[in-house]
């Protein structure tokens, strides 16, 4: 079932991010393809650029980031748990200080990093804010974020967490009741969609 889910991963990675411009464009036409090429060059130490300059990203640049995500979706939960962990960790350090959380929501060291996908506290939704917090602080409303103690409370979370994910671009194809019920596939794939945005 992993592989189906990395296959599914580097999917959604691949029409957010889309494939190499020759291969995208010989598949619409040998002419263009060739034309592509034409344009295109490659330095001195082997690396492709452009030769007009355009473009958001060298071709080894974009490579090396696909490279290193394939790498984390290949590695498995273990892979995808520590690279959230440690994106939230970075992110701690770098604000100098926790995510803001909920009223009267305590951070602690056992609340703010998980180490399987049906760890309790995943059903609050609450480790999946922080998550979208370290990639990205402003498009969480922490005024509506409420501390789950409440099945209704968690289930409200969960949409709005998969709403601000889907405001930062991610792809997310789970339902709320997967997040509150901790089902360890969908939510694998909540945070692969949130890594994805980061590549």
């Not at 990395?6 to 959604?12: E, G, K, W």
């Not at 984390?72 to 962990?85: M, P, Q, R, S, Y």
């Not at 409420?146 to 709403?163: C, M, Q, V």
């Amino acid at each position: 079932m992993r592989f189906h889910l990395v296959d599914f991963l580097q999917s959604v990675f691949d029409s957010k991010f889309g494939k190499s411009v020759a291969a995208s464009t010989a598949a619409a036409s040998p002419k263009a393809a060739e034309a592509s090429l034409r344009r295109s060059s490659v330095n001195s130490n082997g690396s492709q650029g452009s030769s007009s300059g355009s473009g958001f990203f060298s071709a080894k640049f974009g490579k090396k980031k696909k490279k290193r995500a394939r790498t984390v979706l290949e590695g498995g939960d273990e892979a995808i748990i520590e690279w959230a962990n440690t994106t939230i960790a970075k992110a701690r350090i770098a604000a100098d200080q926790n995510p803001p959380g909920p009223e009267g929501y305590k951070w602690t060291q056992s609340n703010i990093a998980i180490r399987t996908f049906r760890d309790e506290h995943l059903a609050t939704s609450l480790y999946l804010f922080a998550l979208l917090w370290a990639v990205d602080p402003y498009p969480v409303d922490w005024a509506i974020v409420t501390p789950g103690k409440t099945k209704e409370d968690r289930l409200l979370n969960a949409r709005y967490a998969i709403s601000v994910a889907r405001k930062l671009g991610a792809t997310i194809f789970l339902l709320p009741e997967d997040i509150t019920e901790r089902n360890p596939k969908m939510v694998m794939t909540f945070v692969g969609a949130v890594l994805a945005l980061t590549t």
